[in-house]
């Protein structure tokens, strides 16, 4: 996978939730397409087998609900490479959570990690951004537009990330600095496994989703990370504020 222009040689990129399905794909994509890759995550182990991909994918181990954690998420890269150009949001949990059962404990979890972390992560890197005309991709979720009955705090999270985006988008549009979304439908990943989903619930669950699907299966995280790369190529410099859904046309059944 490669950038359509290679004009993504040399460029800085931060990739959070880096350990593994969506972020390793994007962190590898971008450092395949000549990107120096900051690769972001809460497990150290994770982060190094993402490394071991390439050669340009440098990792910095953080929890970025942490107080401080996104100014030095950002000051590592730049320290590093002299600046940001490529900002990407993925890190983010899914939990399953009906409204009978909601937990304040979890809910604000869930908030701090899918948007409040996001804003301080964009805030911290605006500087360097401003001064590169750089871009932000957000990963939200087919159901950051489409009910969720089940998981309504999540799909709530996904939402704010797209009503991010779009008004990021205005707000940055006069510094050069764009900003779009990838929204995924269900991809091979680890993160029904990490919701605390049992085994024979996540088989379930994934039978039910590809029935939904129209073509028929999940996704891939290689699929989604190319259009995250896409997005960031500055050969995409007329698209902000765009949520691109890749969802094997889910949200149109």
Avoid: C
Wanted: no cysteine; proline share 7%.
């Amino acid at each position: 996978m490669t950038s359509p222009t290679g004009s993504l040689r040399d460029r800085v990129a931060i990739v959070t939730g880096a350990g593994s399905g969506i972020g390793r794909a994007a962190a590898l994509a971008f450092a395949r397409a000549g990107a120096h890759v900051l690769a972001v995550g809460r497990r150290a182990e994770a982060l190094e087998r993402t490394a071991a991909g390439h050669p340009g994918i440098a990792v910095h181990a953080a929890d970025i609900t942490g107080d401080g954690a996104p100014q030095a998420v950002v000051e590592a890269a730049a320290e590093r490479w002299g600046g940001v150009d490529v900002l990407v949001n993925n890190a983010g949990a899914t939990v399953v959570m009906p409204l009978a059962d909601t937990d304040p404990g979890r809910v604000a979890g869930l908030f701090a990690l899918n948007v409040t972390a996001p804003i301080l992560l964009a805030q911290a890197a605006l500087p360097y951004l401003r001064a590169r005309r750089g871009a932000i991709v957000n990963v939200s979720s087919t159901y950051g537009h489409r009910p969720l009955p089940g998981a309504a705090p999540y799909a709530a999270t996904k939402g704010a990330v797209e009503q991010l985006t779009r008004s990021w988008a205005l707000e940055l549009a006069p510094d050069g600095v764009r900003v779009n979304a990838v929204a995924p439908g269900p991809t091979e990943s680890e993160a029904l496994a990490a919701a605390g989903l049992p085994a024979p619930v996540i088989e379930q669950i994934k039978r039910d989703e590809i029935a939904r699907i129209p073509l028929g299966r999940r996704g891939t995280p290689e699929e989604v990370a190319a259009w995250i790369v896409h997005l960031a190529d500055p050969a995409a410099a007329w698209i902000t504020g765009q949520v691109i859904t890749v969802d094997g046309g889910l949200e149109l059944s």
